[in-house]
Nanobody
Framework: VQLQASGGGLVQAGGSLRLSCAAS????????MAWFRQVPGKEREFVAK????????RYADSVKGRFTIARDNANNAVYLQMNTLKPEDTAVYYC?????????????????WGKGTLVTVSS
């Protein structure tokens, strides 16, 4: 499956953005979907994931309470609503897919990756 993230941009601290991830085929319902982010010089960092039907989610502690992951299988899309953004949220955000829900939340878990979208939060 091919994934494409969009919705990034420049926002002031405290603002909001909504990222979208579209899949190339009508198969997104087959996958656990996740968002990761990466800044230059650092490893790709887990942000959030959601199970195949949207019944279970997991978040990194750094975004818990501010970000919400959701999916719309009918429209073959996954979203990341980001509120109360902080400068430290600045990164390239990637959506990713995995066939199974696993206990860990690391980049190596994921089978498919999309191109990222840049989020810049100014102070």
């Amino acid at each position: 499956v091919q994934l494409q993230a969009s919705g990034g941009g420049l926002v002031q601290a405290g603002g909001s953005l909504r990222l979208s991830c579209a899949a190339s085929e009508r198969t997104v319902s087959r996958y656990v979907m996740a968002w990761f982010r990466q800044v230059p010089g650092k490893e790709r960092e887990f942000v959030a994931k959601i199970d195949k039907v949207g019944g279970a989610t997991r978040y990194a502690d750094s975004v818990k309470g501010r970000f919400t992951i959701a999916r719309d299988n009918a429209n073959n899309a996954v979203y990341l609503q980001m509120n109360t953004l902080k400068p430290e949220d600045t990164a390239v955000y990637y959506c990713a897919a995995n066939s199974y829900w696993v206990a860990t939340s690391i980049a190596d878990d994921m089978d498919y990756w999309g191109k990222g979208t840049l989020v810049t939060v100014s102070s």
